[in-house]
């Protein structure tokens, strides 16, 4: 349990990332494997890297990527999927994963990346880098493959808490909102809260509260509110933004993963059925590589952590390289954008206005202002 | 608002389904259409047809099934998609919906078939047919194209009712199994909770309540229980039957649908994208017709409502007369097994058990017995 900082002379330029090396399905070789194609389009980031050193250096040795590793975090402790996150609070301290966010709460990294036990990682996040003040719940975001011009959708949470109130669902709506204009380029996102219908009185009670105040926050927020959206909106045109509680959205994801990987199969059967469909697949292959490359579940590799003082980009466990190369990627495009603060920013403001007991301007000064969160 | 049978001497093998003609999005054209693709292929099967006669019997003599009326319910009031349930169950009689299922109710029909609004036909049911003895929540479970050997598995609740208790998720594994059984021929369902995670200590309360009742409940119910599974379960093949609240359900049933559309949407696209890839997508159009009639909706179309005293079952709104046929089969199905009569029986078993507060059998007698709902 040493933390044994090893600093090299850092190019001032580059943006730091923290990667907790440790804890994926694919082990150490998968992470130093995504690093290594991220660092090689990307000259501007650099890395902080957290595990046992003596089996990490020569991985990055091997992977050419020495002189982009500013610090190495030399620990030894690993958080297993089998943790739970209530042990790992207690006795984190000293794994990889700990010392990844830490990176992130002392200022020496910009944002944290890690493949392990989700609930673990936000346990982690949460007592380290602390809630933004207002916030009572943290949630994770996904980008979800959509028919909307950006390609994708964000949805939050999905992060398997237990229950929302309408509150909570306010504060997805707004830190949502602020992850597409900043994640995703969206200067003015359409929020949808997501329901069993669109009519107005469907639905738990929580919703229809939360749909009257979501509308209230649209202006101050800077997102247009489209109101109920139902499942099928998820990869729809509706909405850029589906909030839910994180219960439901991680229902949502898995059946849209399970189905989308079910076609998949099923595809693959159906040109396997015959001498015919088999030379049908061969011609048929650039376009089914299109669209795998536009619903590739890797290239949309990324739950972020929205609510707490610090960017932490959740890996999926079984991602390869490519998968830890998106996650790593979004992590330096939110860091670069200055994605925290401006986040903390827009919701200190909303706190306020909501403290004040304020009644809320139809457009508040600096609305158009897009450099803000 | 007149309700005039006119039976036209029923041929005693028939079993006669009661169809409410009004109220899909595509009129009664659709519903007709329907009823004379099922009663081509199917010469048992007799109708008992709800709205208004004047303008039905010219579409009914169209399709050359006027032969196969049984009865026809001469009434003029419609129910339509605005409509919402607490009206409909003050103002609806004289409604064809109301009369279809009045005919279940007088014992004239074995099963309804309806393709209007969902909360108005699940109140009409509810209050005209009754819960069975010991039902808090009735439910309607689905079909969803899975990897399974039947091709499909049972999922319910999906009604969007916005709550269920640990007993109601009991009911809904009892009725489910009994329907996998009567309705799919799975002499021993799977069952599976739909959670957030396979891990005992994930999710909502009543979820763990549930989970230790329905597997003390397995062998009495006739079922395997393989515990908690996950949204990508849904399409999968670790269980036949997956068991959730309604708002659940029917978030995840709609995502997804609406996934499976988005890859078709983008299949159709990447195959347009050359010349090159439109030859190969004709070469290709056995495999992708294969792969459609796999997962079409159409061929799964009906929700059955489980835990009332009579059969209904609910086609999609949408449903074009493969659909409404494919409802009409199901419907046909559940009454030639029998299936309301064993259901009730099965969860009045259990019903009786439970009040009695006696220790639950391990294997209780007559568990083999495959007559039995």
């Known amino acids: 349990m040493t933390a044994q900082a090893d600093t090299q002379g850092p ?3 580059r943006i730091l990332i923290s990667v907790d090396a440790m804890g994926g399905d694919n082990g150490a070789e998968a992470v130093i494997a995504g690093m290594a194609k991220s660092a090689e389009k990307n000259p501007d980031i650099g890395y902080i890297l957290h595990g046992p050193r003596a089996e990490l250096e020569p991985l990055v040795a091997r992977a050419g990527i020495s002189e982009r590793i500013h610090a190495w975090h030399d620990v030894s402790g690993v958080v297993t999927m089998e943790d739970k996150p209530s042990h790992v609070v207690r006795h984190g301290a000293g794994t990889s994963m700990w010392s990844a966010i830490d990176s ?18 936000m346990a982690i996040s949460t007592i380290r880098l602390r809630r933004l003040p207002g916030v009572n719940r943290p949630a994770i975001a996904i980008l979800w493959p959509s028919l909307n011009p950006q390609g994708f959708n964000v949805m939050l949470d999905v ?11 306010l504060q997805f709506a707004l830190m949502g909102a602020s992850y597409a204009r900043n994640g995703m380029n969206v200067p003015r996102p359409r929020i949808g809260l997501l329901n069993v219908g669109t009519e107005e009185h469907k639905g738990r009670p929580e919703l229809k509260e939360a749909q009257a105040l979501i509308a209230r926050y649209a202006e101050i927020g800077r997102f247009d509110f489209v109101g109920f959206v139902e499942g099928s909106d998820l990869p729809g045109k509706t909405a850029d933004v589906i909030v839910t509680d994180g219960f439901t959205g991680n229902v949502a994801i898995k059946t849209g993963e399970g189905t989308a990987n079910m076609i998949t199969d099923l595809l693959r059967e159906s040109f396997k059925y015959s001498i015919l469909s088999r030379f049908a ?13 536009r619903v590739d579940p890797r290239r949309v590799n990324g739950g972020v952590f929205l609510g707490l003082n610090g960017t932490v980009v959740k890996s999926h466990g079984k991602a390869d ?3 830890v190369s998106a996650a790593i990627k979004l992590a330096f495009q939110l860091a670069q954008s200055g994605f925290a603060e401006k986040l903390a920013a827009r919701v200190a403001s909303v706190e306020e206005l909501a403290q004040d007991g304020a009644e809320l301007p139809e457009k508040p000064a600096g609305e158009h202002n897009e450099g803000q969160a």
């Open 104 to 121: 992130v709460r002392d200022g020496e990294a910009k944002a944290a990346v890690s493949c392990g036990n989700t609930g673990a990682l």
């Open 11 to 13: 190019d001032d330029r």
């Open 321 to 323: 390289a490519t998968g």
């Open 159 to 169: 992060g398997a808490d237990v229950r929302a109130d309408a509150r909570d669902l």
């Open 281 to 293: 697949a061969l011609l048929a292959l650039p376009a089914l590589g299109r669209l795998k490359k």
